[in-house]
Antibody, heavy 120, light 110 residues
Framework: EVLLVESGGGLVQPGGSLKLSCAAS????????MNWVRQAPGKGLEWISY????????FYTDSVMGRFTISRDNAQNSLYLQMNSLRDEDTALYYC?????????????WGLGTLVTVSS | HSALTQPASVSGSPGQSITISCTGT?????????VSWYQQHPGKAPKLIIF???NRPAGVSDRFSASKSGNTASLTISGLQAEDESDYYC??????????FGGGTKLTVL
C-alpha cells in the first residue's frame, strides 16, 4: 500500500522559514516523480512544485519561485520542501502527492497533509 | 497559468446524473489530453477519479465518466448516491510543464 506522510508544518512568522518532509513507503520511491500541492483554508487546490525521480527536472509555480526549494533523498525515501521568506498567503495545508507512473501528468496518491500557518 | 474555471456548486437528486464542467485554454486543457479529476471529501485528502481525460483508476466506480472538447473538460456522475456528495477538482498539464487546478465544485446530493 502506498503511504505518504507529511510532517514539519507549524506556526511561523512572516519572513520566516520552514522545511516540510514527506516520508514515502509501499512503492519504489526513486521510480516516481513527486509533487507538493497546497490548499489554503476553505479554498481550492494549488499545485506548487514537481521533482523527477532523479531530481534532474524541477518545476515551481510562479508564486513560490525563488522562495521554495523542492528536493528528495531517494536513499531515505523522502521528499522535502524548504520554504523561505514565508508570507501570510502561504498559509495552507501542504500535501505531498505522487505522479502516476510512466511520465504521467496526474497525481495518483496523496498524503494527509501538514498545516503551515504564517502569522505574526 | 490562471486556475481552470469550474462552477462553484452543482446539485442533483439520488439516481440522477450531473455534469461538472472545467474550462481552460489552448495552453492547458485544449493543448493536451492530460486532464484529471479529483474527489475530496471534507477533511480528507484528494482522491484521483479520472486521469488522461477519460480513464478511471482501478477501484473507481464506472458511474464516473469524463470527456473533453476543445478547451473544456467535463465530469459526469450517473446514478447519484449520497456518498458522491463531495468537492470535485479538475486539473490539467500546461505548456509551462506545470499542473493547474480548477477552483473546485461542491456537489450536493439533495
Amino acid at each position: 500500500e502506498v503511504l505518504l506522510v507529511e510532517s514539519g508544518g507549524g506556526l511561523v512568522q512572516p519572513g520566516g522559514s520552514l522545511k516540510l518532509s514527506c516520508a514515502a513507503s509501499g512503492f519504489t520511491f526513486r521510480d516516481y516523480s513527486m509533487n507538493w500541492v497546497r490548499q489554503a483554508p476553505g479554498k481550492g487546490l494549488e499545485w506548487i512544485s514537481y521533482i523527477s525521480g532523479r531530481s534532474t527536472t524541477i518545476f515551481y509555480t510562479d508564486s513560490v519561485m525563488g522562495r521554495f526549494t523542492i528536493s528528495r533523498d531517494n536513499a531515505q525515501n523522502s521528499l522535502y520542501l524548504q520554504m523561505n521568506s514565508l508570507r501570510d498567503e502561504d498559509t495552507a495545508l501542504y500535501y505531498c502527492a505522487r505522479d502516476g507512473s510512466g511520465g504521467s501528468y496526474f497525481l495518483d496518491s496523496w498524503g494527509l497533509g501538514t498545516l503551515v500557518t504564517v502569522s505574526s | 497559468h490562471s486556475a481552470l474555471t469550474q462552477p462553484a456548486s452543482v446539485s442533483g437528486s439520488p439516481g440522477q446524473s450531473i455534469t461538472i464542467s472545467c474550462t481552460g485554454t489552448s495552453s492547458d486543457i485544449g493543448g493536451y489530453n492530460y486532464v484529471s479529476w479529483y474527489q475530496q471529501h471534507p477533511g480528507k485528502a484528494p482522491k484521483l477519479i479520472i486521469f488522461d481525460f477519460s480513464n478511471r483508476p482501478a477501484g473507481v466506480s464506472d458511474r464516473f465518466s469524463a470527456s473533453k472538447s476543445g478547451n473544456t473538460a467535463s465530469l459526469t456522475i450517473s446514478g447519484l448516491q449520497a456518498e458522491d456528495e463531495s468537492d470535485y477538482y479538475c486539473s490539467s498539464y500546461t505548456d509551462s510543464s506545470t499542473l493547474v487546478f480548477g477552483g473546485g465544485t461542491k456537489l450536493t446530493v439533495l
